[in-house]
């Protein structure tokens, strides 16, 4: 087997598409028997958007989400950022709830021609426990998208340093026709004893979130816990309808040390879990673009062994950037007393200004400094086309926009050539890896061949 995925998780599923698109055979195995229907994250937002224009994706999703398109604003921690004033919003979004974006991903591996295999857990480096008993894992490589408490992280020993604070999370989704309480909730509702949301995302569903300072009891979450807590936290009762979920959580700031061990390599939540919302999986599902195409490439044997410690070099420090952010986040969020309310209000004088609210919301949009091509329209063949368009191969593309033949023989066979018209091209030429990186913008042959033999190619 060349590359085995554990954990299909969103982050797995989408390594094994870009695994298959790249042509390296994958196997992605999930210790669960069915996908996980836990209504975890309610939508996506940031540069992963973009990529999935550029796998043709952005359509599925589009079909299945309550909102698509650019987010008005976003609440940074406690501070409401209001994107209006910017005339355009740097941070879109798909709202979509995950185990549908589990299901759109699956489909997507099993098209692409990804084998699945459910009930299947890795017990150590080479061994699976399957339905049928303990099989020996032979893979060339193994990737660890197997979530927070990874396995795979821990066998490979991996570090995973960080903090996890003592406020515990319970969420519950409620099924509540009953025009929802008075109490509903712009935010989250800061009280003496924690903080209290309600809100609603799909019509006759409320979602109510309770946060407090309390360990977490042993066990599943039960109603009357829930009840108990929101007791404890709002002073009163809520009139919560059927419960249709519940869970708890307590949040983590934490980054794996290395996301390479030898042939073992971590993505998603396995190699980073964030404390504020929002990121998680924009940072995990951009990981999974990163490595794919970089495995597929040394697998087939088009790129050598070195390429894949740009993997680490160039996600690690989006990671680390990432929990920068959601620190301040949940730092603006549960600040209590004084201390915070001074802290909530200087932030929020802050961003009444255009340049900070532009500032978080690239940050949200993406941690990433690395020079990605823009979707710029296109001509090509006489036909109008787009730069996501010609991306959906995942192959490394060189646009030549000044029909310039020395530039295509430097580009060699491995590399897609499109001869475009494009208005407001920067440059002679663009050469843009599978994930989107523009790796050389100009006009001089001897560099796009540096190019083609740099470190992350
Ligand atoms: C309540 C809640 C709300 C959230 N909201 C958001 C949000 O709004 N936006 C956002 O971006 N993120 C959100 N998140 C985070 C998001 O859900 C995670 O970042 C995301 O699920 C991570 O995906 P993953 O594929 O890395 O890992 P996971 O989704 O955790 O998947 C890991 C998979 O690995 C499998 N596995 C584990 N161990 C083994 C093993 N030994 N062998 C085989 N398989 C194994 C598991 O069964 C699982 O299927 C939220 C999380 C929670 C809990």
């Avoid at 549908?100 to 426990?129: P, Q």
């Avoid at 660890?144 to 995973?160: N, P, Q, T």
């Avoid at 023989?409 to 050539?417: F, N, Q, R, S, T």
């Amino acid at each position: 087997m060349e590359v085995a995925v554990i954990g299909a998780g969103p982050v797995g599923l989408m390594l094994a598409a870009e695994l298959r698109l790249g042509g390296a055979e994958v196997v992605v195995l999930d210790r669960r028997a069915a996908p996980d229907g836990r209504p975890r994250a309610n939508g996506l937002g940031g540069r992963i958007v973009e990529q999935l224009d550029h796998r043709g994706l952005l359509g599925r999703f589009r079909a299945e989400a309550a909102f698509a398109g650019p987010f008005p604003g976003f609440p940074f921690g406690a501070v409401p950022l209001n994107f209006a004033k910017l005339g355009r919003s740097p941070l879109h979004g798909l709202m979509v709830q995950q185990p549908r974006m589990e299901a759109l991903l699956t489909e997507r591996a099993l098209e692409l021609g990804a084998e699945i295999r459910r009930g299947h857990a890795l017990v150590d480096l080479g061994t699976v426990r399957g339905p049928d008993g303990d099989y020996h894992l032979d893979a060339r490589y193994v990737v660890g998208c197997d979530g927070a408490h990874s396995r795979v992280r821990e066998l490979a020993g991996i570090g995973f340093p960080g903090t996890t604070d003592g406020e515990l999370l319970r969420l519950g989704h409620f099924r509540a026709d009953v025009p929802l309480f008075a109490a509903t909730t712009r935010g989250w509702d800061r009280r003496p004893g924690g903080r209290v949301l309600v809100t609603s995302l799909t019509p006759g569903v409320v979602i109510v979130g309770v946060r407090e300072v309390t360990p977490e009891p042993p066990g599943e979450p039960t109603l009357d816990e829930f009840r108990a807590a929101l007791r404890r936290v709002l002073g009163e009762d809520l009139p919560l309808g059927e419960p249709l979920w519940l869970s708890r959580t307590t949040s983590s700031a934490r980054l794996a040390t290395r996301y390479r061990a030898g042939h073992v390599f971590l993505a998603g939540d396995a190699a980073h879990v964030f404390p504020a919302g929002g990121s998680a999986l924009n940072v995990g599902l951009l990981d999974a673009v990163n490595l794919g195409w970089k495995l597929a490439a040394v697998v087939r044997g088009s790129a050598p062994e070195s390429l894949l410690d740009s993997y680490h070099a160039e996600r690690h420090p989006v990671a680390a950037r990432t929990l920068t952010q959601t620190r301040v986040q949940a730092l603006l969020d549960r600040l209590t007393g004084e201390d915070g309310d001074a802290l909530r209000t200087l932030f929020g004088e802050l961003a009444a200004f255009p340049e900070p609210t532009r500032h978080l919301g690239e940050l949200l949009r993406d941690a990433d400094e690395l020079p990605y091509v823009p979707d710029l329209p296109l001509v090509v063949d006489g036909e109008p086309t787009r730069v996501a368009e010609v991306m959906r191969a995942a192959r490394t593309v060189l646009f030549d926009f000044a029909d310039r033949a020395d530039l295509r023989e430097a580009a060699g066979p491995d590399v897609k050539i499109v001869t475009a018209r494009c208005p407001d091209a920067p440059a002679d030429a663009l050469l843009v890896r599978p994930d989107g990186v523009v790796t050389f913008s100009g006009d001089d042959p001897a560099s796009l061949r540096e190019a083609l033999t740099a470190p992350g190619r």
